[in-house]
């Protein structure tokens, strides 16, 4: 557990505030920038700048590390984007992956349909039919207003969108053009290649795959920031096993999966279990619950982990004619694994984050403070090195210091303002140390050390900070 866990998280007065001051800070600090700012912004697209970038690599890394690396009954994989449109039809996309939408036929905005009967309307809707919401829109429409124009009674009958982005192929424009699909989710790509694995790489069932990557989902987001974007990030792993041991396999990932939320530092108190509802469950999976996080909006989910059945194993054996089962040499039986799916979406993560290590200290007085309190190996610096000043030789010694610890740790030196708003950028950054360089060093070869929890300081030999930050770094992956 990593010292953000130990303590609750400071919100601010409101919850949204509290979102509003982490996304000024990601822009003030060079994590997330809306994405094409430039051009006025694409809603809801986001790009992520330097810092941002090394903290989704240190969480990439972690994940990695703990799921594929160290362990030897799990694997990786990097598929395709574009799977082969029967793909979809197989796993039961193209019928099945659709949201309810309604049209604003004032101001042409987009709802969901389901979402707005049940958040604005207090309608239970997990169960419902298309049928059964338009009826709801046909009966009581006349009085819905509108959220984003305020107009009463504009929407046009809910229909069903599929989710899927879909883009055209081919060699020659406009000639046999095949309709492909941006994949909407990393998994189908480990099922699609179960037969190359098992045959090529010595694996033995229960063993799972692991894939970290890109998907797509054209679906109306709420914004919530990071939270809900029509491109993202996931990783997950397919976990195939014996049929009748799926129970046991489910547990154990449930308890994993909490298991590094813990080691990454999230508070406890910030994160739930929930399970599925049999009427809520999605029609592959047997049984799922979710890993929900207390986002500065409320509780979300960060972490599905479901028990899919051979659901899509048997799909594509039987749409590809290919046989997808696995053989049992000790028993001598051939059959189809069953499958647990943890999923988990790295920008969620990211949020989660953030969200879980955001402290403002002292908010009403002059001594105010925002930190990022991660733990230190998902820090994107692990120490800023600071001389006093840019003369007297100053800046020549923290550059040496900098030399001595830059192919070891992710540092930076900074010369620039005074050194209260350094402390104040680097705190910001979420950076555990920052050495300062003074008049002091010139004499003894000591450098100041400032920690950025407790903000104590004690001075340290110049030769002896390397091995410091070894021992008190917890230790990173790459
Ligand atoms: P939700 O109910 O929030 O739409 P989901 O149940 O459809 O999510 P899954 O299909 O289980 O999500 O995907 C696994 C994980 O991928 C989720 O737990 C979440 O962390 C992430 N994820 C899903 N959709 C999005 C999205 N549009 N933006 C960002 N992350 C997402």
């Not at 920008?347 to 403002?360: E, G, K, P």
């Amino acid at each position: 557990m990593g010292k953000t866990g130990q303590t609750e998280r400071k919100k601010q007065s409101e919850p949204e505030d509290s979102l509003k001051d982490i996304i000024s800070l990601c822009k003030r600090r060079g994590f997330i920038y809306q994405g094409s700012e430039i051009y006025g912004g694409l809603a809801n697209t986001f790009d992520y700048g330097p810092y941002g970038v090394e903290l989704l690599r240190n969480l990439k890394n972690e994940w990695w590390h703990t799921f594929v690396s160290s362990r030897s009954d799990i694997v990786g994989l990097d598929s395709s984007i574009f799977l082969h449109p029967k793909a979809w039809e197989a796993s039961g996309h193209l019928d099945s992956f659709h949201d309810p939408l309604s049209d604003c036929k004032h101001c042409q905005s987009r709802i969901r349909a389901d979402q707005y009967l049940k958040e604005r309307q207090d309608i239970d809707t997990e169960s419902m039919s298309l049928s059964q919401i338009q009826a709801v829109f046909q009966e009581k429409g006349d009085s819905f207003h509108c959220p984003q124009c305020g107009k009463k009674g504009t929407f046009t009958k809910p229909r069903q969108f599929n989710l899927m982005f879909s883009t055209k192929m081919g060699s020659v424009l406009g000639e046999n053009d095949m309709e492909v699909y941006l994949r909407p989710e990393t998994a189908q790509g480990i099922f699609l290649n179960f037969r190359n694995i098992s045959s090529t790489c010595r694996v033995n069932v229960p063993f799972g795959v692991a894939q970290i990557g890109k998907s797509f989902r054209n679906e109306i987001t709420a914004r919530q920031f990071i939270f809900r974007t029509r491109e993202f990030e996931q990783m997950e792993i397919e976990f195939f096993c014996k049929p009748g041991t799926q129970k046991k396999w489910f547990d154990y990932w449930v308890d994993s999966c909490t298991k590094w939320l813990d080691s990454l530092g999230v508070c406890k108190k910030n994160l739930r279990l929930r399970s599925h509802e049999k009427k809520e469950l999605s029609f592959y999976s047997e049984n799922t619950v979710d890993i929900e996080y207390n986002f500065p909006f409320g509780w979300g989910e960060l972490w599905g982990i479901a028990s899919r059945t051979d659901y899509d194993l048997r799909q594509h054996s039987s749409h590809s004619k290919k046989n997808l089962n696995y053989f049992d040499a000790e028993k001598g039986e051939n059959w189809l694994p069953y499958v647990i799916e943890p999923a988990l979406g790295l920008n969620r993560l990211f949020l989660c984050i953030l969200a879980d290590s955001y402290h403002v200290e002292n908010p009403e007085t002059k001594e105010k403070r925002t930190v990022l309190k991660l733990a230190s190996h998902l820090s994107p610096v692990k120490a800023g090195i600071f001389p006093l000043q840019k003369k007297d030789g100053l800046l020549e010694i923290a550059e040496e210091v900098h030399k001595k610890l830059y192919r070891s740790f992710a540092v930076e030196l900074d010369s620039s303002g005074s050194i209260g708003k350094r402390y104040y950028r680097q705190d910001e950054l979420g950076t555990p140390y920052c050495i300062t360089v003074d008049y002091q060093t010139k004499e003894d070869q000591t450098i100041t050390l400032r920690k950025r929890d407790s903000m104590s300081q004690k001075r340290i030999p110049i030769e002896e900070i390397h091995s410091y930050l070894l021992k008190k770094l917890q230790p990173s992956i790459c």
